[in-house]
């Protein structure tokens, strides 16, 4: 045991709890106050405060971190199990668990490595939601009109876009410029993306045909904007045909997956957008040859074909002379036929005449004519019948309707009480100063109550007769 009546031990200051704690939290945070700590992460979990609480470890030692809700909203990297990253910030001591902790304020990923491990992960759980299907893709538009880009509005890439473009068949061109790298790019390139699929067709604005998303060359970490989710599900999400052209022709990011057709390059970009107007004029001059040279080969075998119809046909000399004699020979019976014919048409009308009983005849059609008349008389009755009797319903149902209309009521001295919500049917459902409206037999005025509604005065009670009980009323 020791002695506790030495000077050492007498001399000792002492302290409390809380007075010890707050001097090892000052010791660590003036000596720790700005650090760079390299680990990976461990059991990552978002708070409903916004807070995210994490570990850092590596293979001898652990740290608890915590990232304050401002600072997790501007992260460029998102906390994930196994992430291995270089945090950022302060060290300080939590009290309550006798612990030390650091407050991340950035955050990145820790080496090459580490991002195409999470370039991997999120290609795996995209294409796991069918993002990179290519049953989604779209062709790309052979002849557009317009085409869209969506790149920086400095630099090479657009210039080199733009002067393909005109070189191989100049259409218009409209450029969305946003930023292709650092904090907020992928959230302007996906922007950029649906504002152009958000432009009406025939609108000030023209709609464009094909997208190009574009950017030069440049490290894993300068080309991350097009890896992230937000940008994918964009281009995936486009309606209108997307090439991307993102980097050289070695590198590739997620958005290749995404977009209809990927360019290994951006100039590559713009020749599969639109294709040489020289060429095409080249091939038409060529299918036009063809078609000529095609032409002018049916008509040859045409006109060959003709020749040989021509020599199987007989002499024209001997076909004039074999018909002038078919000619003579129809004239010498037709010299007769009339006569002949005549003479058989009247003996036929002869016998036709003998067996008609002509007065049978006429008298037949006059009793017909009159059957005719008199069915044309009754059916004329019938119809005048019907008409009246129409006529006479009709007449009887407006006279009953008349009977029961309001207006009828109204021209006895009545009179129908409007509000703004229709007819009043109660003197109680009337606030004072409440704009009515009445309508009298012969038109409308507009009034005002000016007054509560007063109560119907009772009726009088009968007085009771003097007589006796069983005397009874002349009433």
Request: charged fraction near 25%.
């Amino acid at each position: 045991m020791p002695d506790v009546s030495s000077p050492t031990a007498s001399n000792s200051p002492s302290f409390t709890v809380s007075e010890l704690s707050a001097a090892l939290k000052r010791t660590v945070e003036d000596n720790f106050g700005y650090v760079r700590v390299r680990g990976e992460i461990s059991q990552p979990k978002v708070a409903t405060s916004g807070h995210c609480y994490l570990r850092l470890k590596d293979e001898d030692a652990v740290i608890d971190g915590i990232i304050w809700r401002g600072a997790m909203a501007k992260m460029s990297v998102r906390p994930e199990e196994g992430m291995e990253v270089i945090a950022t910030g302060k060290l300080t001591t939590y009290p309550g668990r006798s612990s030390y902790q650091i407050i991340i304020e950035a955050m990145e990923l820790a080496g090459q490595g580490a991002l195409l491990k999470l370039l991997e992960d999120r290609r795996k759980k995209l294409a796991a939601e069918g993002l990179f299907d290519e049953a989604r893709k779209k062709p790309i538009p052979f002849l557009p009109g317009v085409i869209g880009v969506v790149t920086s509005p400095t630099g090479a890439v657009i210039r080199d876009i733009i002067h393909r473009i005109k070189d191989r068949c100049a259409c218009h061109v409209l450029i969305w410029p946003v930023r292709v790298q650092g904090e907020g790019a992928a959230e302007e390139i996906a922007a950029a993306i649906a504002g152009f699929n958000a432009l009406a067709e025939g609108g000030a604005i023209p709609r464009p045909d094909t997208i190009i998303v574009a950017r030069g060359g440049g490290s894993l970490e300068d080309l991350w904007a097009f890896n992230e989710e937000v940008v994918v599900r964009a281009a995936a999400a486009s309606l209108i045909p997307l090439i991307s052209a993102v980097g050289h022709e070695t590198d590739t990011t997620l958005i290749d997956f995404a977009s209809d057709k990927r360019a290994p390059t951006p100039t590559a970009a713009a020749e599969m957008a639109v294709p040489v107007r020289l060429e095409l004029l080249a091939n038409v001059q060529q299918r036009y040859g063809r078609l000529s040279q095609a032409m002018s080969r049916l008509l040859e075998e045409s006109r060959i074909h003709l020749q040989g119809l021509v020599r199987g046909i007989p002499r024209l000399d001997m076909i004039v002379e074999e018909k002038a004699q078919g000619l003579d020979a129809l004239t010498q019976r037709l010299a007769v036929a009339p006569t002949r014919l005549f003479e058989t048409k009247r003996d036929a009308v002869v016998a036709l005449g003998a067996r008609l009983n002509l007065d049978r005849i006429k008298a037949d059609v006059s009793r017909h004519i009159a059957d005719v008349s008199k069915l044309g008389e009754r059916a004329l009755n019938a119809v005048n019948r019907a008409h009246a009797d129409a006529k006479r319903h009709w007449e009887q149902f407006g006279a009953r309707l008349e009977s029961v209309s309001f207006k009828k009521v109204l021209e006895r001295g009545y009179a129908v009480v409007r509000d703004s919500g229709g007819v009043v049917t109660a003197a109680a459902a009337v606030a004072s100063g409440a704009e009515l409206q009445v309508e009298f037999a012969d038109g409308k005025i507009d009034v005002q109550a000016t007054g509560a509604a007063v109560k119907p005065r009772p009726l009088p009670k009968k007085r009771e007769t003097s007589g006796g009980g069983n005397q009874g009323t002349l009433l």
